[in-house]
């Protein structure tokens, strides 16, 4: 019995031991590896080259005099009387060789003396037309004389005399920076910065994304099928309003685009606007909650003066941007600042106001249908249910149907628009057919995984990619790698993030949701003081990981070192590329160091 | 008035941890709720202010219905509830004023808290709940670097600051030691007297219900032992409160 298991166990053995020697002998067909190529002589010098390049990285460069010693030459003998060479018996430096001609291929000695001691350069043919053939390089010792035995070149054969000539180049004056040194300073700039704003914006917006992310925060979000299907609909018609109303009023306000002091007066009269409407609406609501009227009235007046606000509010950002990068100077930097800030905001305005659309139409319309569900009798309620679950079902369908037109460009309609509208009320139909009227379903759980769904997508796209298409969008240079960097940090910071999340104690957010607080304040309160040393420890990782893409993701266009570094190695300029990986290296370690200390002050 | 009325709960998989309690507390009353560990005085608080969804039966407060109440009622009946918790529950890095004017959050709107602002007036009456509870000095230290007992107090702020009518203390002084048990129950004590705030709190000790509570109700395995005046439990009621075997202490 006993001897029996040891055996099989034995057997196990054995056969996984076979399994793993297989799997590894075909990784090694697969991926192949030949370590007979390590040992082959060509490869060995070039490999010793190589590494020798980078070995001296090219930073620093003198300037340089040059003393050039020559003989005339001739290649071949001319007919005739054979040339001599000339008499040398100064103090100055001067080359000799064992006769004055040659002919193509023959060796031949050439000594020179006097030269500065130890010092270095090449030895060359110079042809007729001026051309350099390098015969050797030499070094004198410390005398200053060098002998070589050199080959005559089998090529450029004439009739008059060329010459063999050594070339001597002093360094006069200190060291300087090299042309590679200043560029890769530069870029390593760029560098640092793309990663900085790859990571701040990636970080601004991967906070609140985590929230929705995080399991413990969305699991109590639940809300019935009614109000649910309310708000979708409000949400799509509160963004297609959003989105009118913002090219109406660009429209409306074009005129004035250009004119700075309408703009700015614009922009001071909606924000004390908005400014009263906010001390109104918000003034002293003790005991009673606002009535109704007030609020719709105050979050109405607050949205149209909101947007006002921010149109006036980033064209003047534009126009002020424009206006100061002249007189500025050098610092004009400032001026394009601003003006981008202007047009990061004309770009968001729309989305942000489309969006706001939608959330206030989409939690007014769900109000409605919280309510509906609260009060009336099942029965009504699930007609209700009936009726509008198809209409969302259809429209979110058809939405849907509509990405699939732009991306694959279809032009029929019965495939992009109806059917999908048909499946989506069908599935509409049968949710409200199988729920019970009344029973809340779990949105927050729903939300939740989408969220995390796309998170997860995104993230599996390496940067590199990313920039790949970024460099499409916004052409070559850091910008699209900022963006390619920024994007994929959104993604892996929220899921850190919301993790950090999951696991902070619930205590104090049942304590603070019992004090009456809402959401909002919960996170506020409850939630964000737990997580700020996780949050800020992940962002700093993540600001490291940034660092080091955004030295590699020049070599797709994305700016920054890497650009320079595949320039180099494409030109197969070592000791100009080793010089760029030097500055990574000192970076990377830098940046690592500096992220650590500041972990660990935070945590 | 708090009416109870056939409340039951049961966990998703677990026991069923109410089992059709009904009783009615008069405003101003001080209720101590007792039974093992695990019979349900936990869950019994925590449905109050539906920190818990009950599975059946209604809870009235003042003619109004609390487990029918819309997320925006139900936050409006929570600030007039205040919770005291074993473990305290405060936000550890954050400051112990800060701590207390959370108490607030249910009477400030919410764009202004997410700038952190309260009214000066609030602020003010942080300072004077803290006061009262004897720690005013500590009001800027971060919450965790107080001792339990300490901690204690700056819940009792906390709840306090909500202006509740009722107080439900889920064993306030299970993690104190005795003489801290009795300042905690004296701060209690003087909030139901003085301030006429219904008080529901759970006690493992039996010397600290006759000493505090003007009622007890008893719970076992979820359903409702007892209701009366603390020296109606005698022995034979004790038994049934507590099973056969065990021994009075204390
Ligand atoms: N979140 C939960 N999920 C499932 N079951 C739970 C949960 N919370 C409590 N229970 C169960 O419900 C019953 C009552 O628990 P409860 O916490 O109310 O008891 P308790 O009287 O407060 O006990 P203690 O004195 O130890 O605090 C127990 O059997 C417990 O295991
Ligand atoms: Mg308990």
């Known amino acids: ?603 | 008035m708090l009416e109870i009325k056939n409340l039951s709960k049961k966990y998703e998989g677990g026991p069923l941890a109410l089992d059709d309690v009904s009783f009615n507390i008069p405003q101003g009353e001080f209720l101590a709720v007792i039974g093992l560990s695990g019979s349900g005085k936990s869950t019994l608080l925590r449905c109050i202010n539906r920190l818990i969804e009950p599975t059946a039966g209604d809870i009235v407060w003042n003619d109004i219905n609390v487990t029918a109440a819309s997320d925006d009622e139900l936050r409006t009946v929570r600030r007039k509830i205040g919770m005291v918790f074993q473990h305290f529950n405060l936000v550890s890095r954050s400051s112990v004023l800060t701590n207390v004017l959370s108490g607030r959050l249910g009477y400030t709107n919410p764009a202004m808290s997410f700038f952190n602002k309260f009214s000066q007036e609030d602020v003010d009456n942080a300072y004077k709940e803290l006061e009262r509870v004897g720690i005013a000095e500590k009001a800027h230290q971060r919450a965790d670097e107080l001792s339990g007992g300490q901690q204690q107090r700056v819940g009792i702020a906390r709840a306090m600051m909500q202006n509740p009518a009722i107080i439900l203390a889920d064993e306030p002084v299970a993690s104190l030691d005795p003489v801290l048990a009795h300042s905690i129950m004296q701060h209690l004590e003087k909030i139901n007297k003085e301030h006429n705030v219904t008080v529901l709190c759970s006690l493992h000790f039996l010397d600290l219900v006759h000493q505090y509570a003007d009622r007890a109700i008893a719970l076992n395995d979820g359903k409702l032992m007892f209701d009366g005046p603390p020296n109606e439990i005698d022995d034979a009621k004790f038994k049934e409160i507590y099973g056969k075997d065990a021994e009075r202490v204390g």
């Open chain 1, 1 to 603: 019995m006993n001897n029996k298991k040891s055996f099989k166990k034995s057997l196990g053995l054995g056969l996984s031991i076979a399994i793993g020697i297989f799997i590894f002998a075909y990784a090694f067909q697969v991926t192949d590896v030949d370590f007979g190529t390590t040992r082959d002589e060509v490869r060995q010098t070039s490999l010793t080259r190589v590494l020798r390049a980078l070995a001296h990285p090219d930073l620093v460069e003198y300037e340089t005099s040059e003393l050039n010693v020559e003989i005339p030459f001739y290649l071949p003998c001319p007919e005739g009387e054979t040339p001599s060479l000339p008499d040398n018996a100064s103090n100055e430096p001067y080359i000799t060789a064992t006769a004055a001609c040659a002919g193509p291929g023959e060796m031949l000695t050439v000594e020179g003396f006097n030269f500065p001691a130890y010092v270095q350069g090449p030895l060359n043919f110079i042809t007729s037309s001026g051309v350099k053939k390098q015969l050797e390089k030499f070094q004198a010792d410390a005398d200053g004389y060098f002998i070589y035995e050199i080959e005559v070149p089998k090529r450029q054969p004439v009739a008059e005399a060329q010459a063999i000539r050594a070339t001597v180049r002093t360094n006069i004056g200190g060291p300087m920076w090299s042309k590679n040194a200043i560029a890769t300073w530069d870029k390593i700039i760029e560098t640092i910065f793309i990663a900085l704003l790859a990571t701040t914006i990636g970080t601004l917006i991967a906070i609140p994304t985590s929230f929705i992310a995080a399991r413990n925060l969305m699991v109590d979000n639940t809300s019935p099928l009614t109000s649910v299907a309310f708000s979708v609909i409000g949400w799509l018609i509160g963004i297609w309003i959003g989105s009118q109303t913002t090219q109406w009023l660009l429209t409306l306000f074009e005129p004035i685009a250009d004119n700075l002091a309408l703009n700015l007066a614009g922009t001071f009269v909606s924000f004390a606007i908005l400014y009263a409407v906010l001390r109104w609406s918000i003034g002293t609501d003790e005991d009673e909650k606002a009535s109704l009227a007030k609020r719709v009235t105050s979050t109405i007046g607050l949205a149209v003066f909101g947007i006002a606000f921010a149109i006036f509010f980033s064209i003047s950002f534009r126009a002020i941007g424009t206006l100061i990068t002249e007189p500025l100077g050098s610092f004009g930097f400032f001026g394009n600042f601003i003006f981008q800030l202007g047009e990061i905001m004309v770009m968001l305005t729309p989305a942000l106001i489309a969006i706001f659309f939608g959330a206030f139409v989409g939690s007014s319309l769900s109000k409605i249908g919280q309510r509906i569900s609260d009060y009336m009798p099942a029965a009504q309620v699930k007609l209700i249910n009936i009726l509008l679950a198809s209409i969302a079902g259809a429209a979110l369908f058809a939405l849907f149907g509509a990405g699939v037109e732009w991306f694959y460009q279809i032009a029929n309609p019965v495939k992009t628009l109806y059917i999908p509208a048909g499946v989506g009320a069908a599935l509409g139909l049968i949710l409200a057919i199988t729920t019970t009227a009344k029973s809340p379903l779990p949105t927050g759980l729903i939300i939740y995984t989408i969220t995390r769904t796309i998170l997860n997508g995104t993230r599996s796209v390496e940067p590199l990619v990313m920039a790949i298409i970024a460099v499409i969008w916004v052409g070559i240079g850091p910008f699209a790698g900022s963006l390619a960097l920024a994007l994929h940090t959104v993604a892996a910071l929220a899921k850190l993030y919301s993790e950090q999340v999951e696991s902070i104690s619930a205590g104090p957010i049942e304590a603070v949701q019992a004090t009456g607080a809402n959401q909002l304040q919960t996170i506020v309160y409850a939630v964000v003081p737990q997580i700020i040393p996780p949050y800020i420890s992940f962002t700093m990782y993540r600001w490291d990981i940034n660092v080091r893409m955004s030295t590699i993701i020049g070599f797709v266009g994305g700016g920054g070192i890497g650009f320079l570094l595949s320039q180099n190695i494409n030109l197969l300029d070592y000791r100009a590329a080793s010089a760029q990986m030097l500055a990574i290296a000192v970076v990377v370690a830098s940046m690592d160091y500096i992220s650590s200390v500041i972990r660990e002050k935070f945590v």
